[in-house]
């Protein structure tokens, strides 16, 4: 049962333009939510996280959307840059602080194009 | 800074052989730490929970006799495949939660072939 899907598997981006990633998720008691990037044969690097009680969250060129009611949630990258390619995963969790699992999606793969 | 080391990288083994693969957070104190795989283009599944001390959380599925796992210190766990065979060929990525804070830094994750 996978309760964080992203429904995009690859995604390709003109050099300069905004790149956008999207998950949804179908538990309503998520209430942390995290980006990762990820480099073939790699583990998976932080990149922005957003709690519930925001809707968005900024980090120089990223940028974190959260929309609780549609469960839903999107990653902006602008101006994308070929070294962002790579596969992003979205993940999401329950109450911060409790160390408890995170759930992730199944990953998009990211491709800027020079 | 938050590192996590894993060794080895990439291990080839006879199928019957056990594994044991390292997770260590080097500049931090981890009181939790878990253990995922992935397969070729697919998610990162969590396989089990560690926590300092205690005995490991397994997910629904995972089998805590094959895939035994150790968190003796809080900047070490060690996940043994025992009598590997070819379907647990997949790249195993540990990460390492922080005494206090939400985020986890993940290792650089281990290749394991089983022939």
């Known amino acids: 049962d996978q309760q964080v899907k992203q429904n995009s598997p690859s995604l390709s981006v003109q050099e300069g333009r905004i790149s956008i990633l999207n998950c949804d998720y179908t538990n309503s008691m998520f209430d942390y939510f995290l980006w990762y990037k990820k480099y073939p044969a790699e583990g998976p690097t932080f990149l922005i996280s957003?709690?519930?009680?925001?809707d968005k969250n900024e980090d120089g060129r990223f940028t974190v959307f959260l929309n609780k009611s549609a469960k839903h949630l999107s990653l902006h990258i602008v101006p994308s840059q070929p070294g962002d390619s790579a596969v992003y995963f979205c993940?999401?969790?329950?109450?911060?602080?409790?160390?408890?699992?995170?759930?992730f999606g199944t990953g998009t793969s990211l491709t800027v194009i020079p | 800074g938050a590192v996590v080391s894993q060794h080895p990288s990439r291990v080839i083994c006879k199928s019957g052989t056990s594994v044991k693969i390292e997770c260590r957070s080097l500049d931090f104190q981890a009181t939790t730490m878990f253990w995922y795989r992935q397969f070729p283009k697919q998610s990162l599944m969590l396989m089990a929970t560690?926590?300092?001390?205690?005995?490991?959380?397994?997910e629904q599925g995972v089998e805590k006799d094959k895939f035994l796992i150790n968190h003796a210190s809080l900047t070490l766990s060690t996940l043994t495949v025992t009598s590997a065979h070819p379907e647990d060929s997949s790249f195993y990525i540990c990460s390492a939660r922080k005494v206090s804070g939400d985020e986890q830094f993940f290792g650089p994750g281990t290749r394991l072939t089983v022939l």
């Open positions: 560690s926590n300092e001390g205690s005995k490991a959380t397994y």
């Open positions: 957003i709690s519930s009680i925001k």
């Open positions: 993940a999401a969790s329950y109450a911060p602080n409790t160390g408890n699992q995170f759930y």
